[in-house]
Protein backbone atom coordinates (compact mmCIF):
# COMPACT_ATOMS: atom_id res chain seq x y z
CA UNK A 1 0.00 0.00 0.00
CA UNK A 2 1.16 3.51 -0.80
CA UNK A 3 1.32 6.60 1.33
CA UNK A 4 -1.69 7.99 1.52
CA UNK A 5 -0.85 11.61 0.67
CA UNK A 6 -2.31 15.10 1.39
CA UNK A 7 -3.09 18.17 -0.90
CA UNK A 8 -0.96 21.32 -0.45
CA UNK A 9 -3.49 23.48 -1.35
CA UNK A 10 -1.17 26.71 -1.33
CA UNK A 11 1.21 24.88 -3.60
CA UNK A 12 -1.60 24.51 -6.55
CA UNK A 13 -2.19 27.53 -8.38
CA UNK A 14 -3.63 28.47 -11.85
CA UNK A 15 -1.10 29.89 -14.25
CA UNK A 16 -1.63 33.51 -15.90
CA UNK A 17 -3.92 32.19 -18.71
CA UNK A 18 -5.68 34.43 -21.44
CA UNK A 19 -8.88 34.39 -22.44
CA UNK A 20 -9.89 36.99 -24.67
CA UNK A 21 -11.26 37.18 -27.72
CA UNK A 22 -7.59 37.37 -29.44
CA UNK A 23 -6.73 33.68 -27.43
CA UNK A 24 -9.94 32.28 -28.11
CA UNK A 25 -9.62 33.16 -31.93
CA UNK A 26 -6.03 31.48 -31.81
CA UNK A 27 -7.03 28.45 -29.80
CA UNK A 28 -9.41 27.95 -32.73
CA UNK A 29 -7.23 28.41 -35.69
CA UNK A 30 -4.64 26.38 -33.92
CA UNK A 31 -7.32 23.35 -33.55
CA UNK A 32 -8.18 24.04 -36.91
CA UNK A 33 -4.64 23.52 -38.13
CA UNK A 34 -5.04 20.62 -36.19
CA UNK A 35 -8.09 19.33 -37.81
CA UNK A 36 -10.49 20.49 -34.25
CA UNK A 37 -13.42 22.06 -36.19
CA UNK A 38 -16.44 23.22 -34.68
CA UNK A 39 -18.50 20.46 -34.74
CA UNK A 40 -21.60 22.02 -32.32
CA UNK A 41 -25.09 22.74 -34.17
CA UNK A 42 -25.15 26.77 -34.40
CA UNK A 43 -27.86 28.02 -31.67
CA UNK A 44 -29.72 31.56 -32.89
CA UNK A 45 -29.78 31.08 -36.82
CA UNK A 46 -32.50 32.45 -38.95
CA UNK A 47 -35.31 31.13 -38.03
CA UNK A 48 -38.47 29.83 -40.34
CA UNK A 49 -41.34 32.52 -41.77
CA UNK A 50 -43.99 32.39 -39.76
CA UNK A 51 -45.90 33.18 -42.68
CA UNK A 52 -44.36 29.96 -44.61
CA UNK A 53 -42.78 28.20 -42.20
CA UNK A 54 -39.72 28.18 -44.61
CA UNK A 55 -36.19 28.94 -44.02
CA UNK A 56 -35.43 30.82 -46.57
CA UNK A 57 -39.12 31.44 -47.08
CA UNK A 58 -39.37 34.26 -50.39
CA UNK A 59 -43.02 33.31 -51.20
CA UNK A 60 -46.01 30.95 -50.40
CA UNK A 61 -45.36 27.36 -52.28
CA UNK A 62 -47.80 27.75 -54.31
CA UNK A 63 -47.19 31.51 -55.47
CA UNK A 64 -43.62 29.87 -55.78
CA UNK A 65 -45.33 26.69 -58.37
CA UNK A 66 -47.57 29.64 -60.02
CA UNK A 67 -44.51 31.82 -60.56
CA UNK A 68 -41.97 29.20 -61.83
CA UNK A 69 -44.85 27.66 -64.50
CA UNK A 70 -45.32 31.20 -65.56
CA UNK A 71 -41.95 32.11 -66.54
CA UNK A 72 -41.93 28.32 -68.07
CA UNK A 73 -44.54 29.13 -70.34
CA UNK A 74 -43.14 32.55 -71.92
CA UNK A 75 -40.07 31.66 -71.84
CA UNK A 76 -38.34 34.29 -69.30
CA UNK A 77 -36.77 33.71 -66.39
CA UNK A 78 -38.70 34.05 -62.67
CA UNK A 79 -36.55 37.36 -62.54
CA UNK A 80 -38.52 39.17 -65.36
CA UNK A 81 -42.15 38.68 -63.43
CA UNK A 82 -41.14 39.71 -60.61
CA UNK A 83 -39.70 43.35 -61.82
CA UNK A 84 -43.41 43.26 -64.14
CA UNK A 85 -44.46 42.56 -60.80
CA UNK A 86 -42.51 45.49 -59.44
CA UNK A 87 -43.32 47.91 -61.73
CA UNK A 88 -46.79 47.34 -61.46
CA UNK A 89 -46.65 47.88 -57.74
CA UNK A 90 -44.59 51.20 -58.28
CA UNK A 91 -47.51 52.29 -60.73
CA UNK A 92 -50.40 51.83 -58.27
CA UNK A 93 -48.22 53.73 -55.61
CA UNK A 94 -48.35 56.44 -57.93
CA UNK A 95 -51.81 56.38 -58.41
CA UNK A 96 -52.60 56.26 -54.85
CA UNK A 97 -50.21 59.30 -54.44
CA UNK A 98 -52.33 61.47 -56.97
CA UNK A 99 -54.32 63.73 -55.17
CA UNK A 100 -58.27 62.37 -54.81
CA UNK A 101 -57.34 59.25 -56.69
CA UNK A 102 -58.06 56.87 -54.88
CA UNK A 103 -56.10 53.33 -55.22
CA UNK A 104 -57.06 50.31 -57.24
CA UNK A 105 -59.54 49.18 -53.62
CA UNK A 106 -60.47 52.45 -52.94
CA UNK A 107 -62.89 54.51 -55.83
CA UNK A 108 -61.99 58.13 -55.87
CA UNK A 109 -63.72 60.81 -53.86
CA UNK B 1 -6.54 25.98 -8.65
CA UNK B 2 -5.34 24.61 -11.54
CA UNK B 3 -7.18 22.89 -14.39
CA UNK B 4 -6.57 19.28 -16.04
CA UNK B 5 -7.62 18.70 -19.12
CA UNK B 6 -8.27 15.02 -20.04
CA UNK B 7 -8.08 15.03 -24.14
CA UNK B 8 -7.89 12.82 -26.82
CA UNK B 9 -9.79 12.24 -30.03
CA UNK B 10 -9.90 8.68 -29.76
CA UNK B 11 -13.44 7.19 -28.24
CA UNK B 12 -13.28 4.89 -25.43
CA UNK B 13 -9.31 5.91 -24.41
CA UNK B 14 -10.71 6.06 -20.89
CA UNK B 15 -10.94 9.64 -20.58
CA UNK B 16 -14.23 10.18 -18.52
CA UNK B 17 -12.28 7.04 -16.01
CA UNK B 18 -9.24 8.74 -15.39
CA UNK B 19 -11.01 12.31 -15.13
CA UNK B 20 -13.54 10.29 -12.25
CA UNK B 21 -10.77 8.59 -10.96
CA UNK B 22 -8.56 11.35 -10.43
CA UNK B 23 -10.80 13.97 -9.58
CA UNK B 24 -12.01 11.83 -6.58
CA UNK B 25 -8.54 10.65 -5.78
CA UNK B 26 -7.48 14.84 -5.36
CA UNK B 27 -10.84 15.22 -3.53
CA UNK B 28 -9.68 12.48 -0.86
CA UNK B 29 -6.34 13.93 -0.45
CA UNK B 30 -8.26 17.18 0.44
CA UNK B 31 -8.86 18.86 -2.43
CA UNK B 32 -12.07 20.80 -3.64
CA UNK B 33 -12.69 19.47 -7.26
CA UNK B 34 -14.92 20.44 -10.10
CA UNK B 35 -15.53 17.63 -12.77
CA UNK B 36 -16.18 19.21 -15.97
CA UNK B 37 -18.55 17.13 -18.05
CA UNK B 38 -18.27 18.38 -21.67
CA UNK B 39 -18.78 14.93 -23.41
CA UNK B 40 -22.43 15.28 -24.78
CA UNK B 41 -22.93 11.72 -23.89
CA UNK B 42 -22.73 13.20 -20.27
CA UNK B 43 -20.68 9.95 -18.56
CA UNK B 44 -19.43 11.64 -15.66
CA UNK B 45 -23.04 13.16 -15.45
CA UNK B 46 -24.32 9.46 -15.38
CA UNK B 47 -22.04 8.66 -12.49
CA UNK B 48 -23.34 11.62 -10.31
CA UNK B 49 -26.61 10.00 -10.98
CA UNK B 50 -25.44 7.01 -9.57
CA UNK B 51 -25.15 8.38 -6.18
CA UNK B 52 -24.22 11.89 -5.06
CA UNK B 53 -20.66 12.83 -5.73
CA UNK B 54 -18.09 12.23 -2.65
CA UNK B 55 -17.37 15.71 -0.39
CA UNK B 56 -15.48 17.73 -1.89
CA UNK B 57 -16.08 16.98 -5.66
CA UNK B 58 -18.80 18.89 -7.42
CA UNK B 59 -20.31 18.05 -10.81
CA UNK B 60 -21.06 20.68 -13.90
CA UNK B 61 -22.77 19.00 -16.23
CA UNK B 62 -23.19 20.22 -20.14
CA UNK B 63 -20.96 22.67 -20.64
CA UNK B 64 -20.56 23.24 -24.38
CA UNK B 65 -18.02 25.06 -26.84
CA UNK B 66 -19.18 28.70 -25.94
CA UNK B 67 -19.68 28.15 -22.31
CA UNK B 68 -16.06 25.92 -21.83
CA UNK B 69 -13.58 29.03 -21.37
CA UNK B 70 -15.90 30.81 -18.87
CA UNK B 71 -16.78 27.62 -17.20
CA UNK B 72 -13.20 26.55 -16.21
CA UNK B 73 -12.14 30.54 -15.28
CA UNK B 74 -15.56 30.75 -12.61
CA UNK B 75 -14.68 27.34 -11.15
CA UNK B 76 -10.64 28.04 -11.23
CA UNK B 77 -11.74 31.46 -9.26
CA UNK B 78 -13.95 29.34 -6.77
CA UNK B 79 -10.81 27.52 -5.46
CA UNK B 80 -11.88 24.42 -6.92
CA UNK B 81 -8.65 22.10 -9.13
CA UNK B 82 -10.84 21.81 -12.31
CA UNK B 83 -10.87 18.39 -14.38
CA UNK B 84 -12.28 18.26 -17.40
CA UNK B 85 -13.85 15.89 -19.26
CA UNK B 86 -14.22 15.61 -23.48
CA UNK B 87 -16.17 13.98 -26.05
CA UNK B 88 -13.58 11.72 -27.91
CA UNK B 89 -13.75 13.40 -31.04
CA UNK B 90 -11.39 16.13 -32.88
CA UNK B 91 -13.81 19.37 -32.34
CA UNK B 92 -13.00 23.32 -31.11
CA UNK B 93 -14.44 22.02 -27.11
CA UNK B 94 -11.04 20.32 -27.52
CA UNK B 95 -8.85 23.04 -28.61
CA UNK B 96 -10.62 25.74 -26.27
CA UNK B 97 -10.65 23.43 -23.39
CA UNK B 98 -6.56 22.97 -23.90
CA UNK B 99 -6.46 26.56 -23.82
CA UNK B 100 -7.14 26.79 -20.06
CA UNK B 101 -5.66 23.81 -19.22
CA UNK B 102 -2.53 23.82 -16.52
CA UNK B 103 -2.31 19.87 -17.65
CA UNK B 104 -3.45 17.88 -20.47
CA UNK B 105 -3.37 14.56 -20.15
CA UNK B 106 -3.81 12.12 -23.19
CA UNK B 107 -5.49 8.69 -22.02
CA UNK B 108 -4.22 5.95 -23.98
CA UNK B 109 -5.03 2.19 -24.64
CA UNK B 110 -1.68 0.38 -25.52
CA UNK B 111 -2.82 -0.21 -29.21
CA UNK B 112 -1.19 1.44 -31.97
CA UNK B 113 -4.54 2.90 -33.06
CA UNK B 114 -5.13 4.49 -30.05
CA UNK B 115 -1.56 5.88 -29.90
CA UNK B 116 -1.86 7.25 -33.47
CA UNK B 117 -5.03 8.74 -33.07
CA UNK B 118 -3.88 9.95 -29.57
CA UNK B 119 -0.44 11.98 -30.65
CA UNK B 120 -2.92 14.29 -32.43
CA UNK B 121 -3.91 15.52 -28.70
CA UNK B 122 -0.48 16.23 -28.49
CA UNK B 123 -0.21 17.73 -31.53
CA UNK B 124 -2.93 20.05 -30.81
CA UNK B 125 -1.01 20.67 -27.72
CA UNK B 126 2.17 21.94 -29.29
CA UNK B 127 0.16 24.18 -31.93
CA UNK B 128 -1.84 25.96 -29.21
CA UNK B 129 1.26 26.39 -27.05
CA UNK B 130 3.19 28.01 -30.21
CA UNK B 131 -0.16 30.15 -31.30
CA UNK B 132 -0.63 31.53 -27.31
CA UNK B 133 2.95 31.75 -26.64
CA UNK B 134 2.71 29.85 -23.13
CA UNK B 135 4.10 26.10 -21.99
CA UNK B 136 1.29 23.86 -21.57
CA UNK B 137 2.13 20.87 -19.67
CA UNK B 138 1.19 17.65 -20.57
CA UNK B 139 1.51 13.70 -20.43
CA UNK B 140 0.14 10.77 -21.36
CA UNK B 141 -1.40 7.86 -19.06
CA UNK B 142 -2.41 4.48 -20.22
CA UNK B 143 -5.21 2.63 -19.55
CA UNK B 144 -6.70 -0.55 -19.53
CA UNK B 145 -2.89 -2.12 -19.28
CA UNK B 146 -2.52 -5.49 -17.86
CA UNK B 147 -0.24 -6.73 -15.38
CA UNK B 148 2.11 -8.22 -17.72
CA UNK B 149 3.00 -5.45 -20.49
CA UNK B 150 2.60 -6.70 -23.91
CA UNK B 151 5.60 -6.30 -26.17
CA UNK B 152 3.54 -3.36 -28.06
CA UNK B 153 2.58 -1.92 -24.91
CA UNK B 154 5.91 -1.54 -24.07
CA UNK B 155 7.17 -0.28 -28.32
CA UNK B 156 4.43 2.58 -28.14
CA UNK B 157 5.61 3.70 -24.70
CA UNK B 158 9.37 3.51 -25.92
CA UNK B 159 8.59 5.54 -28.42
CA UNK B 160 6.69 8.48 -26.42
CA UNK B 161 9.57 8.44 -24.03
CA UNK B 162 11.98 8.56 -26.70
CA UNK B 163 9.80 11.74 -28.26
CA UNK B 164 10.29 13.61 -24.94
CA UNK B 165 6.42 12.73 -23.91
CA UNK B 166 5.85 12.58 -20.27
CA UNK B 167 4.36 8.99 -19.31
CA UNK B 168 2.57 9.48 -16.25
CA UNK B 169 3.35 6.28 -13.90
CA UNK B 170 1.55 4.24 -12.40
CA UNK B 171 -1.00 3.83 -15.55
CA UNK B 172 -4.69 2.67 -14.75
CA UNK B 173 -5.07 -0.94 -15.34
CA UNK B 174 -8.20 -2.39 -16.76
CA UNK B 175 -9.84 -3.18 -13.17
CA UNK B 176 -13.76 -4.40 -12.34
CA UNK B 177 -13.75 -1.60 -9.44
CA UNK B 178 -12.88 1.39 -12.40
CA UNK B 179 -15.65 0.18 -14.55
CA UNK B 180 -18.27 -0.44 -11.39
CA UNK B 181 -17.38 3.53 -10.26
CA UNK B 182 -20.04 4.04 -12.96
CA UNK B 183 -22.51 1.23 -11.87
CA UNK B 184 -22.54 2.74 -8.39
CA UNK B 185 -21.46 5.79 -8.16
CA UNK B 186 -19.22 7.52 -5.62
CA UNK B 187 -15.40 6.74 -5.29
CA UNK B 188 -13.32 4.07 -4.56
CA UNK B 189 -13.41 4.33 -0.94
CA UNK B 190 -17.25 3.89 -0.77
CA UNK B 191 -17.10 1.70 -3.60
CA UNK B 192 -18.67 -2.28 -2.56
CA UNK B 193 -15.72 -4.98 -3.33
CA UNK B 194 -14.91 -5.41 -7.00
CA UNK B 195 -11.94 -7.92 -8.23
CA UNK B 196 -8.93 -6.72 -6.13
CA UNK B 197 -9.99 -3.12 -4.42
CA UNK B 198 -6.79 -2.80 -2.34
CA UNK B 199 -4.51 -2.73 -5.44
CA UNK B 200 -7.23 -0.73 -7.47
CA UNK B 201 -7.18 1.86 -4.17
CA UNK B 202 -3.25 2.20 -4.18
CA UNK B 203 -3.07 2.43 -8.14
CA UNK B 204 -5.61 5.22 -8.07
CA UNK B 205 -4.21 7.02 -5.16
CA UNK B 206 -0.27 6.48 -7.04
CA UNK B 207 -2.01 8.39 -10.24
CA UNK B 208 -3.11 11.04 -8.43
CA UNK B 209 -0.43 11.47 -6.89
CA UNK B 210 1.47 11.55 -10.14
CA UNK B 211 -0.33 14.01 -11.13
CA UNK B 212 -0.37 16.07 -8.10
CA UNK B 213 3.34 16.19 -7.81
CA UNK B 214 3.52 17.36 -11.84
CA UNK B 215 1.00 20.50 -10.98
CA UNK B 216 3.38 21.08 -8.02
CA UNK B 217 6.57 21.11 -9.40
CA UNK B 218 5.32 23.11 -13.15
CA UNK B 219 4.57 25.63 -10.32
CA UNK B 220 8.17 25.42 -8.74
CA UNK B 221 9.68 25.85 -12.11
CA UNK B 222 7.33 28.38 -13.32
Known amino acids: M ?6 DAGALRARPKAAGEAELRAADRAGEAQGFLAREPRRGGRRPSPRTGQVHAKVLPHVRDEILEEAARRGVTQGVL ?3 AWA ?6 EQERRPGAGGPDRPGS | MPTI ?6 GGAGKSTAAVVLGTELARAGARVTLMDCDPNGSLTLWAERAAPPGGVTLRSGVSEGEVV ?5 AEADGA ?4 DLEGVASRLVSRAIS ?15 ATIGVRALQLVAEEEEALGRRIAHAVVFTMTRAIRSKQHQGIERSLREQGVDVI ?16 GGDLATLPPQGNMEAARDEAARFARAVYDRLVAREAAA
Request: hydrophobic residues 50%; aromatic residues 8%; without cysteine.
Open chain 2, 169 to 184: APGLMERAAYSALFEF
Open chain 2, 100 to 114: QADLVITPMRATTLD
Open chain 2, 5 to 10: VIASPK
Open chain 2, 70 to 74: RAIRS
Open chain 1, 82 to 84: IEE
Open chain 1, 88 to 93: LYLARQ
Open chain 2, 81 to 84: VVVV
Open chain 1, 2 to 7: SEPFRI
